[in-house]
C-alpha cells in the first residue's frame, strides 16, 4: 500500500501563490504517477495536474501556465506550485497515487483546503 500526507494549503489573497507539498510512503516501487485533484463545495472532483515517473506532466486547462507539478524521488514528495491564484481555485485539494503491485489501485491523501479570498 501507498500512503499519502498533503500539507501547505491555507489561505491566499487573489494573485498569490501557495505551495503543496505530498509525502508519500510504503510500497513507493510500484508507484506509476502521483498527481492532485480537488473538489471545491458543490463541485465535481476535479483532475488538476498528473506526473509520471519519467517526469511527463499533465495539467487541467483551468491551470495550465499557472500551477506547475514536481517530483522530487529522493524525497517521496510531489509539490504542486500555485501561482496567480485565482477565488475559483478554492478546493480541498488531494494527493493521488496510482501504484501496481498485483493490479494497479488508486490511492488518496486526506486533503487540504485552499481558500483564496482577499
Known amino acids: 500500500q501507498v500512503q499519502l500526507v498533503e500539507s501547505g494549503g491555507g489561505l491566499v489573497q487573489p494573485g498569490g501563490s501557495l505551495r503543496l507539498s505530498c509525502a508519500a510512503s510504503g510500497s513507493i516501487f510500484s508507484i506509476l504517477h502521483m498527481g492532485w485533484d480537488r473538489q471545491a463545495p458543490g463541485k465535481q472532483r476535479e483532475l488538476v495536474a498528473i506526473i509520471t515517473n519519467g517526469g511527463v506532466t499533465t495539467y487541467a486547462d483551468s491551470v495550465k501556465g499557472r500551477f506547475t507539478i514536481s517530483r522530487d524521488k529522493a524525497k517521496n514528495t510531489v509539490y504542486l506550485q500555485m501561482g496567480s491564484l485565482r477565488p475559483e481555485d478554492a478546493a480541498v485539494y488531494y494527493c493521488?497515487?496510482?501504484?501496481?503491485?498485483?493490479?494497479?489501485?488508486?490511492?488518496w491523501g486526506q486533503g487540504t483546503q485552499v481558500t483564496v479570498s482577499s
Open positions: 493521488n497515487a496510482a501504484a501496481q503491485i498485483t493490479r494497479i489501485e488508486i490511492y
